[in-house]
T-cell receptor, first 115, second 113 residues
Framework: DAGVTQSPTHLIKTRGQQVTLRCSPKSGHDTVSWYQQALGQGPQFIFQYYEEEERQRGNFPDRFSGHQFPNYSSELNVNALLLGDSALYLC??????????????FGNGTRLTVT | QKEVEQNSGPLSVPEGAIASLNCTYSDRGSQSFFWYRQYSGKSPELIMFIYSNGDKEDGRFTAQLNKASQYVSLLIRDSQPSDSATYLCAVRGLSFGNEKLTFGTGTRLTIIP
């Protein structure tokens, strides 16, 4: 049973460029969330997708956008990269049940470095 | 006040002893509570989650929840060197459109052989 898979593992970009990160959820999961984790901090919520729609969004600028596909996989796009966007980007998936007993499982993350 | 606060670290515990990790949260609407373990450079790994008041045990790990006090803790019994990691506490609401996880900044735990 494959867990949450993310690609690429590492990425180096230059300021002003655009980047796309990809995520495939765990089998049986239909909800995908993205988090940004800066060094020494806890993960910060970017947004969540369910049924191909953005259902909830954190305090991130519009430069951060996403998409969910019919097979539940997801992409995170970041435009006009800033040095401060350097972080570990985590994808988490879960099965929407509307009950408290549906934990999130994280992928291995994508380490983005902006130079 | 931070939404989720964890006891400041780093925390050092002798091998075989009990490690106690604490977390408080501000949103009384929080419904479920998670403990993740994160090794350096790796992604968070789910250890336990709890959503009812009281204790929940899984092997060497026990999660404790007190919603009235807005407090959740994780006990690690018979601590092993492999338990050395950063432990992240996270809380989640459950109302439609409010299912994001809010994390604390983590507590770094070191088990001393």
């Amino acid at each position: 049973d494959a867990g949450v898979t993310q690609s690429p593992t590492h990425l180096i970009k230059t300021r002003g460029q655009q980047v796309t990160l990809r995520c495939s959820p765990k089998s049986g999961h239909d909800t995908v969330s993205w988090y940004q984790q800066a060094l020494g901090q806890g993960p910060q919520f970017i947004f969540q997708y369910y049924e191909e729609e953005e259902r909830q969004r954190g305090n991130f600028p519009d430069r951060f956008s996403g998409h969910q596909f019919p097979n539940y996989s997801s992409e995170l796009n970041v435009n006009a990269l800033l040095l401060g966007d350097s972080a570990l980007y985590l994808c988490a998936s879960s099965a929407y049940t509307g009950t408290p007993d549906s934990p999130l499982h994280f992928g291995n993350g994508t380490r983005l470095t902006v130079t | 006040q931070k939404e989720v606060e964890q006891n400041s670290g780093p925390l050092s515990v002798p091998e075989g002893a009990i490690a106690s990790l604490n977390c408080t949260y501000s949103d009384r609407g929080s419904q479920s509570f998670f403990w993740y373990r994160q090794y350096s450079g790796k992604s968070p790994e789910l250890i336990m989650f709890i959503y009812s008041n009281g204790d929940k045990e899984d092997g060497r790990f026990t999660a404790q929840l007190n919603k009235a006090s807005q407090y959740v803790s994780l006990l690690i019994r018979d601590s092993q060197p492999s338990d050395s990691a950063t432990y992240l506490c996270a809380v989640r609401g459950l109302s439609f459109g409010n299912e994001k996880l809010t994390f604390g900044t983590g507590t770094r735990l070191t088990i001393i052989p």
